[in-house]
């Protein structure tokens, strides 16, 4: 099976652009989550989707967003980029309910200039 | 003070040494997982563990959930086994939202 596929894996923008990144999940895993890592803060939850539902969402403004499509597939959109979204995003994906193993994506590296 | 917390932050070790990485966390939770991530790279799941002892090669994980602590170890250290370790619990209290602790950063000299 292929992995969790992440698009693009390097992006540069700058302030005030907005960015739309894209996670395919392993082949039959319906939950997709998506976090940010930066060296400051570490790695912090961002938000989970599941059959198309955003069901959990972690502490961001809502200049991010995201949704899940009928395929499993997601996106991630940052919009007014300021320096500080300067970060890895990667997202990963589990088969769904309860706590399962979470596999994760390369990652996506967003510099905001 | 972060919920989930790890032990060493660095961790330097002559290849061939037994590592203990620790991981505290002060809410409940009902499983705990343990990544690996090398520099530049992506992570890697390890371990998902909810109860007693997981092993897998040279790694062993272990969590005692009454006392809210998890440990990796590594056996016979390599340097191929240089990278951040981070350890992370869906808690409860947050509506099992994954919270990482800060990460080790291990390096492991030949």
């Known amino acids: 099976k292929a992995g969790v596929t992440q698009t693009p894996r390097y992006l540069i923008k700058t302030r005030g652009q907005q960015v739309t990144l894209s996670c395919s999940p392993i082949?039959?895993?319906?939950?997709v989550s998506w976090y940010q890592q930066t060296p400051g803060q570490g790695l912090q939850f961002l938000f989970e989707?599941?059959?198309?539902?955003?069901?959990n969402k972690g502490n961001f403004p809502g200049r991010f967003s995201g949704r899940q499509f009928s395929n499993s597939r997601s996106e991630m959109n940052v919009s007014t980029l300021e320096l500080g979204d300067s970060a890895l995003y990667l997202c990963?994906?589990?088969?769904?309910?309860?706590?399962?193993?979470?596999?994760f994506g390369p990652g996506t590296r967003l510099t905001v200039l | 003070k972060n919920e989930v917390e790890q032990s060493p932050q660095n961790l330097t070790a002559q290849e061939g040494e037994f590592i203990t990485i620790n991981c505290s966390y002060s809410v409940g939770i009902s499983a705990l997982h343990w990544l690996q991530q090398h520099p530049g790279g992506g992570i890697v799941s390890l371990f998902m563990?909810?109860?007693g002892k997981k092993k897998h090669g040279r790694l062993i994980a272990t969590i005692n959930i009454q006392e809210k602590h998890s440990s990796l170890h590594i056996t016979a250290s390599h340097p191929r086994d240089s990278a951040v370790y981070i350890c992370a619990a869906p808690l409860e209290a947050s509506n099992y939202k994954l919270t990482f602790g800060k990460g080790t950063l291990l390096t492991v000299n030949p």
């Open positions: 563990l909810s109860s």
């Open positions: 082949s039959g895993h319906r939950s």
């Open positions: 990963a994906s589990s088969l769904g309910q309860g706590l399962d193993e979470q596999f």
């Open positions: 989707y599941f059959s198309e539902t955003q069901r």
